[in-house]
């Protein structure tokens, strides 16, 4: 039986409903709009694209900035293409309040599946098994709240999440990080996630145990893997 485990958070602990990534820019660009500085949503969903691509080119993609970094320099640009100087309290104010926007629509396309609390329930009160979140997430102090408004945040002892660290996973420091909270060496922690090089891959390469949430059956090769959080009970 392991001593402490770790869950990665989206499209694990919580899921989302939404059609496709670009999604996102849409969001942002919803609370953009007024300010006039894009010829429209295209370009700015070329210059959303172009900022995280050069985030993706930084330390090997493994870097991990905030969704309210990029709304500032996103808008910082913008300003300096078309000749306008806005005083930096100014931009900042921008940037803040496009990003109160897209944390809005984010927050209403989550949701949770019910054996999840059930299950987390059966792992931190039954068992009295130690929990913790490792998550890739760019917004400040916004897993906590998401586990909060599902009513989850009762369950975790730790959460460890990529922006604070400023690296995301599958870099080894947001592991190693993660191993420093739980006090536990790797041996004694399971890793639970849906991403199967974040979340099993590397885990596992640090030490660690690791079990592949894979609710579709993408991975049917891998033995280590579970369909479902009720799974668990045979597995812990």
Request: charged share 30%.
């Amino acid at each position: 039986m392991p001593r402490f485990i770790y869950f990665d958070c989206m499209d694990t602990l919580i899921q989302m409903k939404i059609p496709s990534m670009e999604v996102y820019a849409d969001w942002a660009y919803e609370g953009a709009e007024e300010l006039d500085l894009w010829e429209g949503i295209d370009s700015f969903h070329a210059e959303w694209r172009a900022h995280r691509d050069r985030l993706l080119a930084t330390d090997g993609g493994l870097r991990e900035g905030t969704i309210l970094g990029r709304l500032h320099d996103l808008l910082a640009a913008a300003l300096a293409r078309r000749g306008e100087a806005w005083p930096e309290p100014k931009i900042q104010e921008e940037a803040e309040r496009i990003h109160g926007h897209y944390w809005k629509a984010y927050r209403s396309a989550t949701y949770v599946l019910p054996e999840v609390p059930e299950t987390l329930s059966w792992l931190a009160l039954e068992k009295r098994l130690p929990l913790g979140v490792v998550s890739n997430f760019m917004v400040r102090g916004g897993i906590p709240a998401l586990l909060a408004e599902h009513r989850l945040e009762r369950f975790f002892e730790v959460i460890t999440v990529s922006c604070e660290v400023g690296w995301r996973k599958p870099a080894a420091v947001i592991y190693q990080e993660a191993l420093r909270r739980a006090g536990c060496s790797p041996a004694d922690i399971l890793f639970i996630g849906d991403d199967l090089q974040k979340d099993y891959q590397a885990p596992r390469q640090m030490g660690m145990r690791a079990l592949l949430y894979d609710p579709e059956g993408k991975y049917p090769e891998v033995e280590g893997r579970i369909r479902s959080f009720r799974e668990l009970r045979g597995r812990v």
